[in-house]
């Protein structure tokens, strides 16, 4: 029986990035911490997987330079964690915005003129930046949330005045009972036997003050 072969799987791992719409801005003194690397698998195995990348002024975006760095195996693994780059290892400084992706082939050997088959990562997009860059970032973000403004108006109304009693301090419960009655709208279904019981409570209340 002849299965069909499945492209490659490939992804980055351990990135500092929620997706590849991301572009985060991390500081220099912080480029050490940053790993580019990838896990991916194969139903053949993963004969090759490349890391290709491209720097660029992160100001005008005008390209400074770019490179690839292959990895082989001669005994194509079907599931692969690879650590591809340091961040420090491509010559990045500040001001440089590091664009990179990903590349996957797999060991499928049964048709020489299709050659094997290929997956690509979504390119991804990492700033460097002076820490005194990322500070002035952060305190000028627009972070307006509906959020944010829940919680502040929590914190408002917590400060705020208690509203004045509607009834006077010593006035009777039964007194009380009765005006609440009065106010709230109450169905005709509700009324009568059932009014009657709020009353009777409130005026037990009173008779045990």
Do not use: C
């Not at 305190?139 to 109304?157: G, H, I, M, P």
């Amino acid at each position: 029986m002849i299965t069909k072969d499945r492209p490659p799987a490939i992804e980055f791992t351990g990135l500092p990035h929620r997706s590849s719409a991301d572009e985060p801005h991390v500081p220099e003194k912080d480029l050490d911490r940053i790993g580019i690397a990838v896990r991916g698998q194969d139903d053949y195995g993963i004969a090759k997987v490349t890391l290709h990348y491209r720097i660029e002024d992160l100001e005008t975006g005008k390209e400074k330079g770019k490179g690839s760095k292959p990895y082989a195996f001669g005994l194509p693994p079907t599931q692969l964690v690879l650590s591809l780059a340091r961040a420090p290892q491509l010559g990045l400084t500040v001001g440089d915005r590091l664009v990179f992706w990903a590349e996957a082939e797999d060991a499928y050997d049964l048709d020489p003129q299709a050659g094997p088959h290929k997956s690509t990562t979504p390119p991804y997009r990492m700033a460097i930046v002076t820490e005194e860059q990322l500070f002035r970032e952060l305190r000028y973000r627009d972070e307006w949330s509906a959020q944010w403004y829940d919680s502040l108006k929590v914190a408002t109304l917590a400060r705020r005045a208690p509203p004045p009693r509607m009834s006077p301090e010593g006035e009777p419960a039964a007194n009380i009972a009765k005006k609440l009655l009065e106010a709230i709208p109450l169905a005709e279904a509700f009324r009568g036997e059932a009014a009657q019981a709020i009353e009777q409570y409130f005026q037990s209340l009173a008779g045990a003050e």
